[in-house]
């Protein structure tokens, strides 16, 4: 199966050109991944767990990282709660309905992390993306290596924590994406959806 591309920000096709997950080390390459947009349809202020629907191709995408060795890791900001659209509790029943669409596929996410804040509500915190405290607090507790490990979402703050890490970024046209494909940074590269980001992230060595 040829490899395939993700596009570069020049419209020229990319080629990933990072080897795959180094077997010998003793850490494990994760993709950290945007909730709202990028693995479930997005429904802005999500609170109803009726609501939650996956984005097509999310489950084989998760199927294939996690037979290639990669840790799913979902990462996402819930400033719902800050601004009191709705409570950790409602937060707690879309997350536990996610997990059990997921369950019944097979798939278990390793880890899960939300940011409940908003600096205009509860001041400046270190987990809000493209604040970097979520995947840190995921890599310390699972043993990840950062540097390795890539960053997928449908908005730019979901790539940015990538340059202060390590590794690599990619933008879903899915969700918010198409609102920052034009102005994205040269770093970054963009896919279809989720799907197609995997099948870059699993075959970006040819």
Not at 21 to 31: E, I, N
Not at 99 to 105: A, P, S
Request: hydrophobic residues 40%; contains cysteine.
């Amino acid at each position: 199966m040829p490899a395939p591309e993700a596009e570069g920000r020049g419209g020229s096709a990319f080629q990933p050109s990072r080897p795959g997950p180094d077997t010998a080390s003793p850490l494990r390459p994760a993709v950290f991944l945007d909730r709202d947009g990028t693995l479930i349809e997005e429904a802005n202020y999500l609170s109803d767990p009726d609501q939650v629907e996956l984005i097509p191709g999310a489950v084989e995408a998760l199927t294939l990282l996690r037979d290639h060795g990669y840790a799913l890791v979902v990462v996402t900001n819930q400033s719902g709660i800050a601004r009191g659209f709705y409570g950790l509790k409602d937060y707690e029943a879309v997350a536990r309905r996610l997990d059990e669409i997921l369950e019944g596929y097979g798939l278990v996410l390793d880890a899960t992390r939300f940011c409940p804040h908003h600096p205009d509500f509860t001041g400046e915190c270190s987990c809000r993306k493209p604040a970097t405290g979520m995947h840190r607090d995921a890599a310390e507790v699972l043993g990840l290596d950062l540097a390795a490990s890539w960053f997928v979402g449908d908005k730019l703050k979901d790539l940015l924590p990538s340059l202060e890490l390590g590794g690599q970024g990619i933008l879903v046209r899915t969700g918010y994406g198409p609102r920052y494909e034009d102005d994205l940074p040269p770093a970054f590269q963009v896919a279809d959806d989720l799907l197609r980001a995997a099948l870059v992230i699993v075959y970006r060595g040819g």
